[in-house]
């Protein structure tokens, strides 16, 4: 009797570890991901705000007065099960103006374009298990699984700002800068919920510190740090199956 016991056991475990590695490796059918996001973008420069005597963690810079909007669409390639490659192009309006803040008497005020191509890494540091389950895989996780399908990243990488600014009267007379380019720096946070093997919904948070303090066409001899502005997206990802080349499938 044990020994028909004993057998049994050993074909259990034989089984769940080739579940395991097969189920491991259900991610590099579908390496590639196409993705597109929208969302508010906040700016933080020269123009606009409270002074930091007033304003200490910045809460009060983010008004309705100084928010737009951003899209973004990207090209993911998955390195690793927990390391993505991203090309993002995005492009943004950004507002700055002197109403209510510390420099309302000032009565600066601009509207700035950004396209900005980007080179990002994700690392997610927290990765659901569903996407190596066989059954998610042909579509039949159900709304539990949904639930615990969702992965956590931090993201940072390169990138550049191409940016037109359109000023006031009152900062036209400054001679303000019109147009320019300069060097970012994007970081940030996001979370993804595998809705299915093909689809995924997300968020993320990340801000973009430039290198120039004139993206709102305007310094002062009070500025301590440059210009910075945030994207909160809300995402929609395609993934693309992976052929026997390696190379994505379009059909």
Known sequence: MKRPVLILLLLSLMYALS??????????????????????????????????????????????????????????????????????????????????GSNEKRDLGSKISIFEPAFIGEFYFIKNKNESSYLFSKGQGGFRQLISSLDFFAFTGVGGAVFSVKGNDNLIDKAMDTRGFTPVIPIGVGATMIYSPDFNFGIELGGRYSFSDYLDGYTSQYSSSNDVYYFLNFTFTYKLRTGPSGWPLFR
């Open 19 to 100: 579940e395991d590695r097969a189920g491991a490796q259900l991610w590099k059918m579908r390496r590639y991901e196409a993705s597109a996001g929208l969302g508010p973008s906040f700016f933080f420069g020269d123009v606009g705000g409270f002074s930091k005597t007033e304003n200490v963690l910045g809460f009060r810079d983010l008004t309705f007065l100084q928010t737009r909007v951003n899209f973004n669409l990207s090209a993911k390639y998955r390195i690793l099960q927990d390391v993505n490659l991203r090309l993002s192009l995005s492009g943004a309006m950004l507002r700055a103006t002197d109403t209510r």
